[in-house]
């Protein structure tokens, strides 16, 4: 995972320095079959490939006994543009630079000396995203995990899961809210329709950061919560005011585009500063963006000596 963040880290400076050519996502919405695809992909300055990305979330499967995500990854090469590389990584690999880089949004965001977190959802990205969250890939002392979800034997599942590992204490929180209210260090990582999290519930000096919203009508967080922020942060502006929380706070009509911060890539260039006050309220809104797709791939191919 630390290998990870690093990677993601890299593309999103890329992304910043403008060192990075990408398009807009393509988002293909099937709602009589509770399903969407999603492709992205760029291309790194001094980079072997150009990445294409297609991921899927099929959300009946869960009942068929699947896996409600999938998908693949499709290398071409920079000097021919001829295909080099297929990664059939099934939607391990969008989960994995999606746990990254919320483990890159704590590094910068997060209260340095939080020993508890809590982590809002439980199914693929969630799994990834405690990894993420432990000391090591977050630069965060965490000793104790606190996991809630709509289904609890999913959150116990998992808790049993990192616990028996030896990762950190878990406990599985009966209760969203009071959770919230007592804890500063929060990832919600769900495929909610309605705002998981209410402006109200979170205290100062509180971070959050949410990555279940990678299409238009996914939502975790209240609007309010947004404007009550002091330091919003996007992975790309542009994308989170289409398909992020963003986007549901500027439809309310609560804040505009303007209201954010900066983006991730801001921070990794040192353009901008991180947490600076104990009493700040930051929000990370990630959506996705290309660039984590294609740095993640490159350190694929590199591991495996490809």
Known sequence: MAVAVAA?????????????????PMVVQLSDLAA???????HLKGGRHIVLKVATGFYKNRDRGLPSGDGLFLLLNAETGAPDFLLA????????RTAA?????LKYLAPKDAREALLVGAGAVGRLAARAIVPGPSELPIERLTIWNRTPDR?????????GGGMVETHVAEA?????????????????TTPV?????VAKGTHITSAGTGSPEKVELEPALLLKADKLIADRVSQTARYGNLHHAIAAGVLSADRVYGEIGDLAAGRLAGRQDRD?????DLTGVGVQDAAIAATVVEALGL
């Open 8 to 24: 993601v880290e890299r593309g999103f400076r890329a992304l910043a320095l403008g060192e990075a050519t990408l398009p807009d």
């Open 101 to 105: 880089a919320i483990g890159l949004t």
């Open 176 to 192: 969203l809210e009071p959770a919230v209210r007592r804890h500063r260090v929060i990832v919600t990582a769900t495929a909610s």
């Open 197 to 201: 999290i209410k402006a109200a519930w």
């Open 36 to 42: 969407e695809v999603h492709v992205k992909g760029a």
């Open 280 to 284: 700040e309220i930051t929000v990370a």
């Open 89 to 96: 990584e099934h939607g391990y690999l969008t989960d994995l």
């Open 155 to 163: 959150a116990a599942a998992l808790a049993r899961e990192l616990g």
